[in-house]
């Protein structure tokens, strides 16, 4: 195998920002669609039929809107791996010929955009000698599975498995859920399984205006509207299956906005939901081992003002592919204990909200892992552990744990341990009676979004307290309230809105992003976050236009870069008929992830 040498500088030339519908990468890489929207997973799988998608047919197709990928290897050659990719949501106009509105979907059409969400596992090649991959098209292919909204079921683990909150009528034990949703980003753990994050659950539910006195605040805190019978935006799956109804179940939404975690190498095995890892609008988790073997997840809730999370484990990792070993790693995020984050900033630094930098020359401080629950026991006043659980961010809200700018991946750095935070962007950030500029989210009306570097104190990822401090601060670099940790601003490329973040062998930090407040195409950068060339962050590819940049995923030799392009076309006005996106092609928009390789076979990026 390569090894990688040097210094982990950048030496690609940046792709400059355009409004392109195409796929672009440097000069001296090239790209491929692995796979898109409608193509097979499961083998057999009938040809995507925009007139004719059903639950069955999509089933077995690789889903809509892909949002995390991973890469996990399945010999020690490089050449098989299996591909695993979340599918967040669906965009019914961009797939059904004659939509007008989710009202008047065919019932077998819910059907299909609820088997369009969920998680595909794919079983992919190398090509020859390059860094490109392609999925393995006959044979058995025994891993190959569709994860669905539909129909999959999950077991429930952890202190709030079994409790009141999650029993339904159709499971009165609280421990089993049908289907995952709304399944955004995610992180691969050190015993080779995947964990996913069920993020904006709220919209698939109606009825909330239906509830007890009890539940109703409980509910509204996730944004479900407990005012009306039928939300607008609605995506009305009640219509196919009635638990969408709260009116009639309660609890059901209870049971979804929590941490999955997939066993890709166990093909009939069932995906779990951990109740230990807290229940919000999960981003996604990112699993390191600490210095004393527990393990640590870092985790964001994805909404204006929410809050910055960790997860210790109680049992220590085993190192080691012994089934032993494996069978143990995979109950350590069954029971551990759950923090939430308190930013400290330094009493002298004044922040008036224009993203001017602090007198001390950075913004930056020091904070706290506050414990909400440790196993069984609540460490909240007035909460159970299953309430905390369950409710996380009202425990987030009594403990005063820090309003934040929409955390999104937040993911330890392997090389260093130290954690990168992609704070997407607010809107409402000191705007009107919200909450004012403060040094961790520096910008009124933040557009653009910035990254935070959090450093656990004795570099222990276990420990209760941590430094932190803003690397990037977004925008266009001739914007002065940008910073690029203090590189020199005309050699940095514009960024806006991060989203996703990922590292390449060497440490350098690589992030997608969603939403450039700049006009230009979403996505994918990378800069060094050590040595002198940090902050230097440069542009690596740009997708086509309407959507944004997922993943991503460097594979472990550096090179190749799987990046999933989510909602390719997604464009107000535009429908399958009047596409606004012909990506990849030709016709009408297909999600896809791609990857990207050097043409030299050389490391990416260097
Ligand atoms: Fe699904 Fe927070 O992005
Ligand atoms: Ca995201
Ligand atoms: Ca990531
Ligand atoms: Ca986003």
Same mark, same amino acid.
């Given at each position: @195998?390569?090894?990688?040498?040097?210094?982990?500088?950048?030496?690609?030339?940046?792709?400059?920002?355009?409004?392109? +519908?195409?796929?672009?990468?440097?000069?001296?890489? +090239? #790209?491929?669609?692995?796979?898109?929207?409608? %193509?097979?997973?499961? $083998?057999?799988?009938?040809?995507?039929?925009?007139? #004719?998608?059903?639950?069955?047919?999509?089933?077995?197709?690789?889903?809509?809107n892909n949002d995390f990928v991973g890469v996990l290897p399945l010999d020690r050659r490089g050449r098989r791996a299996l591909l695993v990719v979340n599918h967040e949501y669906t965009n019914e106009d961009l797939m059904f010929p004659g939509f007008t509105s989710q009202d008047a979907l065919t019932v077998e059409q819910v059907?299909?955009?609820?088997? @369009? #969400?969920?998680?595909?596992?794919? =079983?992919?090649?190398?090509?020859?000698?390059?860094?490109?991959?392609?999925?393995? @098209? !006959?044979?058995?292919? $025994?891993?190959?599975?569709?994860?669905?909204?539909?129909?999959?079921?999950? %077991?429930?683990t952890g202190p709030a498995a079994g409790s009141a909150w999650l029993r339904t009528a159709a499971d009165p034990s609280g421990r089993t859920v049908v289907g995952t949703l709304?399944?955004?980003?995610?992180?691969?753990?050190?015993?080779?399984?995947?964990?996913?994050?069920?993020?904006?659950?709220?919209?698939?539910?109606?009825?909330? %205006?239906?509830?007890?006195?009890?539940? !109703?605040?409980?509910?509204?805190?996730?944004?479900?509207?407990?005012?009306?019978?039928?939300?607008?935006?609605?995506?009305?799956?009640?219509?196919?299956?009635?638990?969408?109804?709260?009116? !009639?179940?309660?609890? =059901?939404?209870?049971? #979804?906005?929590?941490?999955? =975690?997939?066993?890709? *190498?166990? $093909?009939?095995g069932r995906p779990r939901k951990h109740t230990a890892l807290g229940r919000f609008k999960h981003e996604g988790a990112n699993v390191i081992v600490a210095k004393d073997g527990h393990v640590v997840a870092y985790m964001g809730d994805d909404e204006r003002f929410d809050y910055l999370y960790k997860f210790v484990s109680d049992k220590k990792y085993l190192k080691g592919n012994s089934w032993h070993a494996r069978r143990h790693n995979l109950t350590l995020l069954e029971s551990g204990t759950l923090y939430v984050a308190k930013l400290e900033y330094t009493s002298t630094d004044e922040v008036d909200g224009s993203g001017k930098l602090p007198t001390d020359g950075a913004f930056d401080g020091r904070g706290r892992w506050i414990k909400l629950v440790s196993g069984n026991r609540s460490y909240v006043d007035g909460m159970t552990a299953a309430d905390v659980l369950t409710f996380t961010r009202l425990a987030g809200d009594k403990v005063g744990a820090t309003k934040m700018d929409r955390p999104e991946d937040v993911e330890p750095s392997l090389a260093t341990g130290k954690v990168y935070v992609a704070l997407t962007n607010n809107s409402n950030r000191g705007v009107g009676s919200n909450p004012k500029a403060d040094e961790a989210n520096p910008r009124t009306a933040n557009k653009h979004g910035h990254v935070l570097e959090l450093v656990e104190d004795r570099g222990d990822?276990?420990?209760?307290?941590?430094?932190?401090?803003?690397?990037?601060?977004?925008?266009? $670099?001739? +914007?002065?309230?940008?910073?690029?940790?203090?590189?020199d601003k005309t050699k940095v490329s514009p960024i806006s809105c991060?989203?996703?973040?990922?590292?390449?062998?060497?440490?350098?930090?690589?992030?997608?992003? +969603?939403?450039?407040?700049?006009?230009?195409?979403?996505?994918?950068?990378?800069?060094?976050?050590?040595?002198?060339?940090?902050?230097?962050?440069?542009? *690596?590819?740009?997708v086509p236009l309407g959507a944004e940049a997922c993943g991503p995923f460097i594979t472990t030799d550096d090179r190749s870069v799987f990046v999933?392009?989510?909602?390719?076309?997604?464009?107000?006005?535009?429908?399958?008929?009047?596409?606004?996106?012909?990506?990849?092609?030709? %016709?009408?928009?297909?999600?896809?992830?791609?990857?990207?390789?050097?043409?030299d076979g050389g490391h990416i990026g260097a």
């Open positions: @195998a390569r090894q990688r040498t040097g210094n982990g500088a950048l030496t690609f030339r940046a792709v400059p920002p355009n409004k392109l +519908d195409t796929f672009v990468v440097p000069n001296g890489y +090239d #790209h491929a669609v692995v796979i898109r929207w409608g %193509d097979e997973v499961v $083998p057999g799988a009938p040809e995507l039929d925009v007139r #004719h998608q059903t639950g069955a047919s999509q089933s077995k197709q690789f889903g809509y059907r299909a955009a609820m088997a @369009a #969400h969920g998680l595909s596992v794919v =079983e992919i090649e190398r090509v020859g000698d390059t860094g490109r991959w392609q999925p393995v @098209a !006959r044979g058995a292919r $025994p891993y190959n599975r569709r994860i669905t909204a539909l129909a999959t079921k999950f %077991d429930v709304n399944n955004c980003a995610g992180g691969i753990t050190p015993w080779g399984t995947v964990l996913s994050g069920e993020e904006n659950f709220n919209q698939y539910f109606v009825g909330g %205006d239906a509830v007890s006195e009890e539940l !109703r605040p409980k509910l509204a805190r996730y944004g479900i509207d407990t005012a009306k019978r039928y939300p607008s935006g609605s995506r009305k799956w009640e219509r196919a299956d009635e638990r969408f109804d709260l009116a !009639r179940h309660p609890n =059901e939404a209870n049971r #979804h906005g929590w941490i999955v =975690e997939v066993d890709p *190498f166990d $093909p009939d990822n276990t420990a209760e307290t941590f430094a932190w401090s803003l690397p990037i601060v977004c925008g266009d $670099p001739t +914007d002065p309230s940008t910073y690029f940790a203090g590189y991060p989203d996703n973040v990922a590292f390449d062998s060497v440490g350098n930090l690589w992030i997608s992003t +969603d939403g450039n407040a700049l006009g230009s195409n979403d996505g994918l950068f990378a800069t060094p976050v050590e040595g002198p060339e940090r902050g230097h962050l440069k542009q *690596f590819l740009t999933a392009v989510q909602h390719p076309g997604e464009i107000s006005g535009a429908s399958i008929e009047n596409p606004a996106s012909n990506w990849p092609d030709g %016709d009408f928009a297909k999600p896809g992830v791609v990857v990207t390789w050097r043409l």
